[in-house]
């Protein structure tokens, strides 16, 4: 009887161990995800080669003399210019039909901004925006509704314009630059499913593929959730030679739009 219930207990331990044994094997997407909250992982993006389009743009004095921003010490004493945030050939690359654009705006005396995207090779207006703007510095947010559809292997080109004076538009600030919509390759689309529970390392394999667009939007929203992403943030942007000022800057929602028009 002793031997009998020695066994007995034996293949109860053994049956527990099994059962402990497939619950942690279960679970390998889970513990990624939680494995990676104390390490950092390194998120640039590789140099991009010219394609036509006009140089990163600063918007002191970009249409008139007399600009309304941080030409004036008073309003913003960051140093900063309105600036896109964008690579160094001003091409935004994205794999979504409805992007997001931001934009680094300083503190300013005027509250009216205008955003527009037009299709480069038709002109075709896509989509029009006007915002009020908020009364600090700070990266601006516009995403693209879903009404708007851009079209892979099209480039599109956006321009933010603070207007400085509404009697006179000679004295409105602006920036522009591309957007153009790419498509992941077969084996980029299989490493982005083997990792996607793993945002952080979503972010660094979109920036690997030279896509902008994903790659930012994922590190915005990890600020807000896991602060130590802050410094794949920050390295992000050095990356493409933006200044520390606009790097650190805080993100602003997309603003309330007062009218637009949209299609496609």
Not at 68 to 75: A, G, Q
Not at 196 to 207: E, G, I, P, R, T
Request: glycine fraction near 4%; charge should be negative; include cysteine.
């Amino acid at each position: 009887m002793a031997i009998q219930r020695y066994f007995s207990q034996l293949k109860l331990l053994t049956m527990g161990l099994i059962v402990t044994a497939l619950m942690i094997f279960s679970l390998p997407a889970q513990s990624q995800v939680s494995s990676r909250k104390g390490i950092q992982v390194s998120i640039k993006f590789p140099p991009t080669e010219d394609r036509g389009a006009p140089a990163r743009t600063v918007g002191v004095g970009s249409r008139g003399s007399n600009a309304c921003t941080n030409t004036n010490p008073k309003t913003d004493n960051s140093g900063n210019a309105l600036t896109a945030i964008i690579p160094e050939n001003n091409i935004e690359t994205t794999v979504a039909p409805n992007p997001t654009v931001y934009v680094y705006v300083p503190q300013t005396i005027e509250r009216t901004a205008e955003f527009s995207l037009v299709e480069r090779e038709s002109e075709q207006p896509v989509y029009q925006k006007t915002f009020s703007l908020a009364n600090h510095a700070g990266i601006v947010k516009i995403d693209l509704p879903k009404t708007v559809s851009l079209l892979p292997g099209n480039t599109y080109q956006w321009e933010f314009v603070i207007v400085c004076d509404q009697e006179n538009r000679e004295e409105d600030e602006s920036v522009d630059g591309w957007i153009e919509r790419t498509s992941l390759t077969s084996e980029q689309a299989n490493k982005l499913k083997k990792v996607k529970l793993d945002l952080l390392k979503q972010a660094q394999l979109y920036a690997e593929f030279g896509v902008w667009n994903e790659s930012v939007n994922i590190l915005t929203r990890l600020r807000d959730i896991r602060p130590q992403a802050n410094t794949e943030w920050k390295e992000l942007l050095k990356s493409v030679n933006l200044d520390d000022n606009i790097v650190d800057a805080p993100i602003l929602n997309s603003p309330p739009e007062k009218t637009s028009l949209s299609g496609s």
